[in-house]
């Protein structure tokens, strides 16, 4: 779709609650923002939605053009994703199908939307069919976000939770067995990744100097923490290289380093959770910022 027609759809849609009008009026419509693959720039496209087997899925057409929309391209390098829905927005994980699954899923969005096969034909590449996984509240996950402690282990318990869904599944794969796995793998396995890389980020750049100032007490603790982000960081450079060859990764090489890496940061999640909460606990998130007007 043009730039400008696009914006135009984007502008309706968040002004009346994912309602649109013209050649999406009455359709199923959403916004995905991806991450640009080599700009790393957030990207937002409106997309026609299909819900199948109780999963929510996109459907990288293009119209049925040649080449892949640039949207799936930055999926597949940056799998989490935000999605805008009516009035929710929430983050998934984009995981394209494979397989005898894809087929089941296109065959099932066609039914509905039978446009899309029509695209098909007019292209000899297979269209992806795109699953978006909204992950759900981990065991551990707080209710109730009040303070900095509790942000803290709403992000431990999101790493925790997608590490052993990343586990289990390495447990089950082989090369080419079951079909799709790999791809299924290496976009959970990249989501966990970018997650890590995120929240460790944070903590180095924002939350350990701010600690510093306020408690330097514990000086010697975000020392030994910031090196275990970057023994941390070393594994996770490590995966990656094998991610990117998943179809020919040797499975007990890739388990091992999941079980490397589930060792490593257990142990430092622990480690930060019993050293750094109570600091934490009194500092409320979101922050709490001056009122302009007082002391006047």
Same mark, same amino acid.
């Not at 179809?247 to 257990?266: C, F, G, I, K, N």
């Given at each position: 779709?043009?730039?400008?027609?696009?914006?135009?759809?984007?502008?309706?849609?968040?002004?009346?609650?994912?309602?649109?009008?013209?050649?999406? +009026?009455?359709?199923?419509?959403?916004?995905?923002?991806? %991450?640009?693959?080599?700009?790393?720039?957030?990207? %937002?496209?409106?997309?026609?939605?299909?819900?199948?087997?109780?999963?929510?899925?996109?459907?990288?057409?293009?119209?049925? *053009?040649?080449?892949?929309?640039?949207?799936?391209?930055?999926?597949?390098?940056?799998?989490?994703?935000?999605? +805008?829905?009516?009035?929710? %927005?929430?983050?998934?994980?984009?995981?394209?199908?494979?397989?005898?699954?894809?087929?089941?899923?296109? *065959?099932?969005?066609?039914?509905?939307?039978?446009?899309?096969?029509?695209?098909?034909?007019? %292209?000899?590449?297979?269209?992806?069919?795109?699953?978006?996984?909204?992950?759900?509240?981990?065991?551990?996950?707080?209710?109730?976000?009040?303070?900095?402690?509790?942000?803290?282990?709403?992000?431990?318990?999101?790493?925790?939770?997608?590490?052993?869904?990343?586990?289990?599944?390495?447990?089950?794969?082989?090369?080419?067995?079951?079909?799709?796995?790999?791809?299924?793998?290496?976009?959970?396995?990249? #989501?966990?990744?970018?997650?890590?890389?995120?929240?460790?980020?944070? +903590?180095?750049?924002?939350?350990?100097?701010?600690?510093?100032?306020?408690?330097?007490?514990? #000086?010697?603790?975000?020392?030994?923490?910031?090196?275990?982000?970057? #023994?941390?960081?070393?594994?996770? +450079?490590?995966?990656?290289?094998?991610?990117?060859?998943?179809?020919?990764?040797?499975?007990?090489?890739?388990?091992?380093?999941?079980?490397?890496?589930?060792?490593?940061?257990? #142990?430092?999640?622990?480690?930060?959770?019993?050293?750094?909460?109570?600091?934490?606990?009194?500092?409320?998130?979101?922050?709490?910022?001056?009122?302009?007007?007082?002391?006047?």
């Amino acid at each position: 779709m043009p730039m400008s027609f696009n914006l135009n759809v984007i502008e309706e849609f968040r002004a009346n609650d994912g309602r649109v009008g013209g050649p999406f +009026e009455g359709g199923d419509l959403l916004l995905l923002t991806t %991450t640009g693959a080599h700009s790393g720039r957030p990207h %937002t496209v409106p997309l026609g939605y299909v819900r199948s087997e109780g999963l929510l899925l996109v459907i990288a057409s293009a119209a049925g *053009a040649p080449e892949h929309p640039q949207w799936y391209r930055n999926l597949l390098a940056h799998p989490v994703v935000r999605v +805008e829905l009516g009035t929710e %927005t929430f983050d998934a994980i984009a995981v394209p199908a494979e397989g005898p699954r894809r087929g089941r899923l296109f *065959a099932a969005v066609v039914r509905r939307a039978p446009g899309y096969g029509d695209y098909q034909a007019h %292209t000899e590449r297979e269209l992806p069919v795109v699953v978006l996984e909204r992950p759900e509240a981990p065991p551990g996950h707080p209710r109730d976000v009040r303070s900095l402690a509790d942000k803290l282990l709403e992000a431990h318990s999101w790493l925790r939770a997608q590490l052993r869904h990343v586990r289990a599944e390495a447990q089950a794969h082989s090369p080419g067995r079951p079909a799709g796995l790999g791809l299924q793998l290496r976009q959970h396995c990249l #989501a966990f990744c970018e997650g890590l890389t995120h929240h460790h980020t944070g +903590e180095d750049s924002a939350i350990f100097p701010a600690l510093a100032r306020s408690h330097p007490e514990l #000086a010697g603790v975000l020392e030994r923490l910031g090196e275990q982000h970057r #023994a941390i960081g070393r594994i996770k +450079e490590e995966l990656l290289a094998l991610l990117a060859g998943i179809e020919v990764t040797d499975p007990d090489q890739l388990r091992s380093e999941l079980d490397r890496m589930s060792a490593e940061l257990e #142990a430092h999640l622990a480690h930060e959770e019993a050293e750094l909460l109570p600091a934490l606990a009194g500092i409320p998130f979101p922050p709490v910022r001056p009122d302009p007007g007082a002391g006047r």
